[in-house]
Every structure is written in C-alpha cells, then in structure tokens.
C-alpha cells in the first residue's frame, strides 16, 4: 500500500490565485482529514470526512472547501489564496476516528 | 516541516538515557489520547495511543501514562536512541481530535 499521497510536495501561489491540494489513500478508510500546520505550532484540523459524500469543518474551515465525491479522494481547494494561507497541509486518514495515517505535507507559500 | 519545532520546548537527552515527554490536555470530556512523532520534512506518524479507560499502555521502548485527574499524559521512551530525534505531539479526542504544540527531542551521544 501507498498509505496516503499528496500532491504537490511544494507550491508557490500569488495572492488571489487559486489551488487544489489533492490526497488520495489506498487503505480504505472511510475518515479523512485536512490539517495546517504553521511554524512551531501544533495542527489544525481545516476539514474532515467520515465518507463519501460527507464533510464537515473543522477549527480553521474558511478560505478553503472541500469534496469526497470517492473513498479515495479528498481534496482541499484554495480559492483566493491569502499570505497568511502560507502553511504546510497534511491529509490524514483513519478506518475509525482514531488513530490517523499522514501524507507526506504540501508546503504552500503564498506572495 | 523543517520549519516545524521552531520555537517549541525542547527535551534534550543523551543517548542510552529515559526520555518522559509530558502533555496537558484540555477538554475532560476527551476520551481517547494519542502520541505523534514527527521527523523533520515528514507527516506525522502514530506512536501510540491510550483510552481513557486505562492509565498505562505499554509498547516497544514507549509507554504512555495518563492522568485523568490532572489532565495529563507522558510519553516515556526507555533507552533514547539518535532516531528518536524528533517533534512529539500528543493529541486528545472528545469529537475531534485537537493536537498540542509539541516538544522537540534532542538526542546526543
């Protein structure tokens, strides 16, 4: 298995462009995550799916969307990129909503 | 990230030595914790993980201890070897899962 897999590993936008940050798992999983982590600080959880069709926010949701139309997919969409947007993403996934399997991250700089 | 334990506390050990990584949690209504590790550049890997129905869980080298009446939880780590160099998190679960800020540990010979 791949376990979890994002696209692109590194990314720089001008402000007002806009992005999709792709994820994909092959395990299964019917719980899927985006989190932003900013330098020295923990993560936060952006948006979450517990399936196919399902979404929901989380702590930090606005300035981006989401869709699961898969089990496979999740991507996270940035509409209007903002300067403070500059973060490294992780997709996560879990068969329960526990213990979480990460992607590599996607560092997002935004000028 | 590489940027990620910037500014975080940080624990450093000598080699062959215990480390105890500790974490305050928030919310007493979180039923279920879990320990991160991560590496410099790379996603965050699961450790280990204990319900709140236990206040001990032991793995290979790593034992968790949670403290309900305190709210807190520490990682310990028997014999800290170089690979153990790294960002730990703790995380609680009520709803969601929230993580705390990390502590980075250092390990040298």
């Known amino acids: 298995n791949a376990g979890v897999t994002q696209t692109p590993k590194f990314r720089i936008l001008k402000i007002g462009q806009s992005m999709t940050l792709q994820c994909t798992q092959d395990m299964n999983h019917n719980y899927m995550y985006w989190y932003r982590q900013d330098p020295g600080m923990g993560l936060k959880l952006i948006y979450y799916?517990?399936?196919?069709?399902?979404?929901d926010k989380g702590e930090v949701p606005n300035g981006y969307n989401v869709s699961r139309s898969t089990t496979e997919d999740f991507p996270l969409r940035l509409e209007l990129a903002a300067p403070s947007q500059t973060s490294v993403y992780f997709c996560a996934s879990s068969y329960s909503h526990n213990e979480q399997y990460f992607g590599p991250g996607t560092r997002l700089t935004v000028t | 990230g590489e940027n990620v334990g910037l500014h975080l506390p940080t624990l450093s050990v000598q080699e062959g030595d215990n480390s105890i990584i500790n974490c305050a949690y928030s919310n007493s209504a979180s039923d279920y914790f879990i320990w991160y590790k991560q590496e410099s550049g790379k996603g965050p890997q699961f450790i280990i993980d204990i319900r709140s129905n236990m206040d001990k869980r032991q793995g290979q080298r790593v034992t968790v201890l949670l403290n309900k009446t305190v709210k807190h939880l520490s990682l310990q780590i028997a014999a800290t070897q170089p690979g153990d160099s790294a960002v730990y998190f703790c995380a609680e679960q009520a709803d969601k899962l929230i993580f705390g800020t990390g502590t980075r540990l250092q390990v040298f010979p």
């Open positions: 799916s517990v399936g196919a069709g399902i979404t």
